[in-house]
């Protein structure tokens, strides 16, 4: 149990993820989305089917008279590309201006409060952004695979968020104590007040170190169409491990402006 800080700033315990959990938090999601690709529990033990979440619901839309089964493939393709393309803003955004030496860091860090670009809007767009990801690709997996890692994902991805909340509250004290008043935990604001702090953002190097979310998007964008499941699942593997390979020989990069 982790004491944290609630939006209206009362007071409460919060379950928060463990420093563990945070140092390995990229292996815990990877695995998290391996499992619902792999699902293994539908040859094990007959536990659903083995076709896409995409295929499903367009299958299920059409069955249950919403829209024909022709509307209903592209309606689904362009919900999962809109999410994948949430996915980048929030990601590409919030690690320009974060730094990626924080955003890639094993160990939470604690600098000055962050109240620039995404960060007036919502206190965890790349958490968020994380989220819509994984949301995105999950049409690409069987439809209990795709349940499985997004249940999983959202409590894993909360405990995060708890657990980062309650250590930036006794590192920064009162100021951020202040900013989590002022600012919405997981639904942005439409407008924001905030005051800037003058950070500058570092694009080039927040695009390289998200090229994951990016290939994503490409690959749903325009891969989708050719309704090839197999093909949809090997492009996401090869923007996976191009990504791991770029964000590995990323320089460091500090989240105060150069």
Do not use: Q
């Not at 690709?37 to 499903?56: H, K, M, N, V, Y």
């Not at 059409?62 to 590309?81: D, K, N």
């Not at 600098?111 to 994984?134: E, F, I």
């Not at 695979?145 to 999983?152: E, N, S």
């Amino acid at each position: 149990m982790v004491h944290s800080t609630s939006e209206n700033g009362s007071a409460e315990w919060s379950v928060g993820a463990s420093a563990i959990e945070f140092r390995l938090r990229m292996l815990i999601m990877t695995v998290i989305v391996m499992m619902g690709f792999w699902a293994p529990w539908i040859e094990t033990w007959g536990i659903g089917d083995r076709i896409s979440l995409l295929e499903w619901l367009a299958l299920e839309l059409g069955r249950l008279g919403v829209v024909r089964f022709t509307v209903a493939t592209p309606v689904v393709i362009v919900v999962s590309v809109l999410l994948a393309a949430m996915a980048v803003v929030l990601r590409v955004w919030g690690t320009a201006y974060l730094g990626t030496g924080t955003v890639n860091n094993a160990e939470m860090k604690a600098g000055a409060v962050m109240a620039d670009g995404p960060y007036c809007y919502v206190r965890n767009p790349l958490y968020l952004g994380s989220w819509c990801m994984l949301a995105a690709m999950a049409f690409v997996m069987p439809p209990t695979g795709a349940l499985f890692t997004m249940v999983l994902t959202t409590i894993f991805l909360l405990r995060l968020i708890l657990g980062e909340e309650a250590f930036l509250s006794v590192k920064l004290g009162e100021t951020y104590k202040a900013y989590l008043h002022a600012v919405p935990r997981l639904f942005p604001l439409l407008r924001s007040s905030l005051a800037r702090r003058g950070n500058k953002p570092h694009w080039l190097r927040a695009v390289l170190a998200e090229l994951n979310p990016i290939g994503v998007f490409v690959t749903l964008a325009f891969l989708s169409w050719h309704y090839d499941n197999w093909l949809l699942i090997k492009a996401l593997l090869v923007c996976f491990g191009v990504s791991l390979v770029v964000r590995a020989l990323l320089p460091g990069n500090a989240s105060s402006p150069d």
